[in-house]
Nanobody, 123 residues
């Protein structure tokens, strides 16, 4: 199993970025894929997740209305479109996958993680 994130970078407050997570080594439809982030000195925070079987999504309150998660099952890639970015969105963003994980589950339910991609938002 491999998850590879990309798309991070430096953006001004109010700007947008799109993160990608390319997955391999498992059957996409059977898994839940999630985005988490970790800011310096803080714990790993859930952002959003998507069910591989029916594309249902869940968003945590901190990003509702600003971030959108989607998937391309043929490409085995999930995306996180981040709009209206704020300085407090600065973090390393990780994707994770878990078989049969319920949406809104904690990070401990996920089995595999990518290496992360840095997002920096300047004020």
């Amino acid at each position: 199993v491999q998850l590879v994130e990309s798309g991070g970078g430096l953006v001004q407050a109010g700007g947008s970025l799109r993160l990608s997570c390319a997955a391999s080594g498992f059957t996409f439809d059977d898994y839940t894929i999630a985005w988490f982030r970790q800011a310096p000195g803080k714990g790993r925070e859930g952002i959003s997740c998507i069910s591989g079987s029916d594309d249902r999504t869940y968003y945590y309150d901190s990003v509702k209305g600003r971030f959108t998660m989607s998937s391309d099952n043929a490409k085995k890639t999930v995306y996180l479109q981040m709009n209206s970015l704020k300085p407090e969105d600065k973090a390393v963003y990780y994707c994770a996958e878990g078989k049969g994980v319920q949406l809104n589950s904690s990070r401990y339910e996920y089995d595999y993680w990518g290496q992360g991609t840095q997002v920096t938002v300047s004020s």
